[in-house]
Structure formats: C-alpha cells, structure tokens
C-alpha cells in the first residue's frame, strides 16, 4: 500500500490543493492520498485562523467528489504543535506495510532541514517536494520532485477575496463557498 500524506493549515482548502491530491495520486498510484490539517504549525506563525472544526468541515465538503483523496485528524486530535515527525510515526502504526510519500510545497524545500527530526523524516517516508513553474529545484538526496501544473490559488488570496466581498467561485468548490459564505468565515480578518 502507498499513502501519500500533505499537511498544513487548510484555511480553507482550495482547488489547487485538490488539484495536488490528484495529481499525486495519478503520478504516483497512490491507494490514498491524505491531507492533515495541522493543530498548531511551527511554519505558519499563527496564520490559521478558522477554529479545526470549520476547517475540518470544509476539507470534508471538499472530498465528496474525490474517492481517492482523504482527511486525516490525528494532528487535531493530538493538539499542541503538529509536527510532521510525529504524524508520520503515526501512520507507521496505522499503517505498519504502507509505502509513505510525504508531499510538501517548494516553498518549505529550502528549510526542510530545519524541521523538527528531519532526518527521521527522510528515513521513515519518501519526501516529494511539489515543483511550481517559478521553482527550480537542486538536487538532493532523500528527495523527488513532482513538477505540478501552476495553480493560481492560495489560501491567503481566498481569505482576502472574502474579506473583500469578492467572489471565490472557481477558487474553491461550490460547497466550500457555501459553508464559508454561511458562516460568514473571513469577513473581518
């Protein structure tokens, strides 16, 4: 079994992050394809800013039409500080035979070695760096490079479009709008 695993804050998931989840899964043939929405990242300095539920909520809402893509809520449950290290040791568990591919942006590639346990990390999963138009990798070793189609999104840019009044249709599936919209997420951030 492959698992291919992508963390982060979720806020709110969008296309591109759907578009990633599948393009992993055709690339790779992976058996599934998880995103973990993080706690608590040691990355994002305090940028999440939905309360888990929402945006656990929208990840699921998301997933309805993708079979192969999953959400898994180990680093909530667990709370504090996500830490990579210790959500793929849990899988490890979970999953004692599976294959793990760690996927993560270009953008994180740089200070990957600043990672809590890293090298644990690249010994216990295969660590697939997520290649975007405007980054050229250097090679290195523990690492694959996944060159992915650019996708005009962030979850930043949503936010600030909300915020805005402007519309996000084509940004984020229909559902997750609505939620978003009922809710009225991100309208005074």
């Excluded at 992993?24 to 994002?44: E, I, M, Q, R």
């Excluded at 959500?87 to 490890?92: D, G, K």
């Amino acid at each position: 079994m492959t698992i291919g695993l992508f963390g982060g804050a979720f806020d709110p998931i969008h296309n591109g992050h759907l578009a990633l989840g599948e393009c992993a899964v055709k690339t790779y043939g992976l058996d599934a394809f998880y995103f973990v929405p993080c706690a608590d990242s040691p990355h994002l300095h305090k940028s999440v800013r939905t309360e888990a539920a929402q945006r656990l909520e929208m990840i699921k809402l998301a997933l309805v039409d993708h079979p192969s893509l999953h959400v898994n809520t180990c680093e909530l449950v667990r709370g504090g500080v996500s830490y990579t290290v210790d959500t793929i040791n849990e899988f490890e568990e979970c999953f004692p035979d599976a294959f793990i591919r760690l996927f993560i942006g270009s953008d994180n590639y740089p200070t990957f070695s600043s990672w809590r346990r890293y090298k644990e990390i690249l010994q216990k999963a295969h660590v697939t760096v997520i290649v975007r138009d405007d980054f050229i990798p250097a090679l290195a070793e523990g690492f694959e490079f996944m060159p992915m189609p650019q996708v005009a999104v962030s979850s930043s840019e949503i936010r600030a479009a909300v915020a805005a009044d402007r519309d996000i249709s084509g940004l984020v599936p229909s559902s997750v709008a609505a939620y978003i919209r009922e809710r009225g997420l991100y309208r005074s951030r």
